[in-house]
Nanobody, 119 residues
Framework: QVQLVESGGGLVQAGGSLNLSCAAS????????MGWYRQAPGKQRELVAT???????NYGDSVKGRFTISSDNAQNTVALQMNSLKPEDTAVYYC?????????????WGQGTQVTVSS
């Protein structure tokens, strides 16, 4: 069973920083892509950032220049460094993993961690 466990969420003031961590079962190198998504009440879940097994990164437009995604294969973790936080960043942040095997793709999700940014 694939397990993704997020940590690092909390309450911060606007302009502050948080670092989220996602611990994955097995080797993260076995996932084609890992990343972070977020969802605020009444809104659609949106892409925050992804990183491929080759190290390619992708960011949602709203977080470019402020957030940085990174991976540590030795620790099987994916981190999201969030700087210059804004109230609109408030959401539940979910770790996501994608694996493609023999043409079949599987998606895995963590339980989420709450990030609240006060104004």
């Amino acid at each position: 069973q694939v397990q993704l466990v997020e940590s690092g969420g909390g309450l911060v003031q606007a302009g502050g920083s948080l670092n989220l961590s996602c611990a994955a079962s097995g080797n993260i190198a076995s996932y084609n892509t890992m990343g972070w998504y977020r969802q605020a009440p009444g809104k659609q879940r949106e892409l925050v950032a992804t990183i491929s097994s080759a190290g390619r990164t992708n960011y949602g437009d709203s977080v470019k220049g402020r957030f940085t995604i990174s991976s540590d294969n030795a620790q099987n973790t994916v981190a999201l460094q969030m700087n210059s936080l804004k109230p609109e960043d408030t959401a539940v942040y979910y770790c996501h993993a994608f694996r493609l095997v023999s043409g079949f793709g599987s998606n895995y999700w963590g339980q989420g961690t709450q990030v609240t940014v006060s104004s």
